[in-house]
């Protein structure tokens, strides 16, 4: 089974690539990793293995927030099970945007934790049509395991 690496995560690196010289070597093979891997599918493991070397770098060089990365990173780590590291970032970001609330409430509700889901949603200031459904979708699936 494989799945197609987010490009959200891609240009997230190239904003941080462009920014800073200290860390460019380091970004600049993760980023040829990344590009890599976004333009065909790759087996789930290496997916995840480079989201955990993209989001320990990311942690390690106390980047500046950048709501593209941050995002990306967010994202992959709650497709790649790792809800934990995921919150972490969405924890570290100055203003949560619609699409990481999604992907953590998503990934709250994929693990069976509704009230940490929930709280996301509470605090979501701008909330669409999708992060409904993910709230429709986490409560359906907690009716159906009960």
């Not at 093979?29 to 955990?52: D, M, W």
């Not at 390690?60 to 790649?80: I, M, Q, R, W, Y």
Request: hydrophobic content about 45%; aromatic content about 8%; overall charge negative.
């Amino acid at each position: 089974m494989g799945i197609v690496l987010e490009c959200t995560l891609c240009w997230g690196l190239v904003s941080v690539f462009l920014r800073s010289e200290v860390y460019a070597e380091k970004l600049a093979a993760l980023l040829e990793g990344v590009l890599r891997a976004s333009t065909c599918e790759i087996v789930l493991p290496v997916a995840s293995s480079l989201a955990k070397q993209v989001h320990a770098q990311v942690v390690k060089s106390n980047v500046e927030a950048d709501d593209v990365l941050f995002t990306g990173l967010v994202d992959s780590d709650v497709k790649s099970g790792r809800v934990d590291y995921a919150r972490r970032v969405f924890d570290m970001m100055l203003e949560k945007n619609v699409v990481c609330s999604t992907s953590m409430i998503l990934g709250y509700m994929n693990q069976g934790s509704v009230k940490e889901a929930e709280y996301i949603f509470k605090r979501t200031q701008e909330k669409d049509v999708v992060v409904y459904n993910a709230m429709i979708e986490g409560y359906s699936k907690s009716l159906e395991t009960a």
